[in-house]
């Protein structure tokens, strides 16, 4: 796990999916896709929770997306908001498992909890 803090942007993948937001190469639908067979996985949930993340306003340091939410459809945000929501949740998400085996998942879901859109 490529973590170094319980926020939404404290992880690889959450850097990975802000960096194809700003090279525009990011496609929801293909989310959508690898996340419909079953829980999570760790990178599936941190993917949603950045999203969430940025929808609710939040931003990396030094990082501009203007209009991120008029990229993605009501439906979109809805689906990302469920998603965060089942994140969060005993056996709905590797990434849950995870954070429970680090003694710091009560911070995680406090803060997850707080960028849901």
Same mark, same amino acid.
């Given at each position: 796990?490529?973590?170094?803090?319980?926020?939404?942007?404290?992880?690889?993948?959450?850097?990975?999916?802000?960096?194809?937001?700003?090279?525009?190469?990011?496609?929801? !639908? @293909?989310?959508?896709?690898?996340? $419909?067979? *079953?829980? =999570?996985? %760790? !990178? @599936?949930?941190?993917?949603?929770? $950045?999203? *969430?993340? =940025?929808? %609710?306003?939040?931003?990396?340091?030094?990082?501009?997306?203007?209009?991120?939410?008029?990229?993605?459809?009501?439906?979109?945000?809805?689906?990302?908001?469920?998603?965060?929501?089942?994140?969060?949740?005993?056996?709905?998400?590797?990434?849950?498992?995870?954070?429970?085996?680090?003694?710091?998942?009560?911070?995680?879901?406090?803060?997850?909890?707080?960028?849901?859109?």
């Amino acid at each position: 796990m490529g973590t170094w803090g319980v926020g939404a942007f404290d992880n690889d993948t959450a850097s990975e999916l802000v960096s194809e937001l700003q090279r525009g190469v990011f496609r929801m !639908q @293909q989310l959508k896709f690898e996340c $419909a067979n *079953g829980p =999570l996985t %760790a !990178q @599936q949930a941190e993917r949603v929770i $950045a999203l *969430g993340a =940025l929808l %609710a306003g939040e931003r990396p340091e030094g990082v501009n997306l203007e209009g991120i939410d008029k990229q993605l459809s009501f439906r979109d945000r809805r689906w990302i908001a469920k998603n965060m929501k089942s994140a969060i949740m005993p056996g709905q998400s590797e990434l849950y498992a995870l954070w429970e085996d680090t003694g710091e998942l009560e911070q995680w879901i406090e803060e997850t909890t707080r960028v849901i859109p």
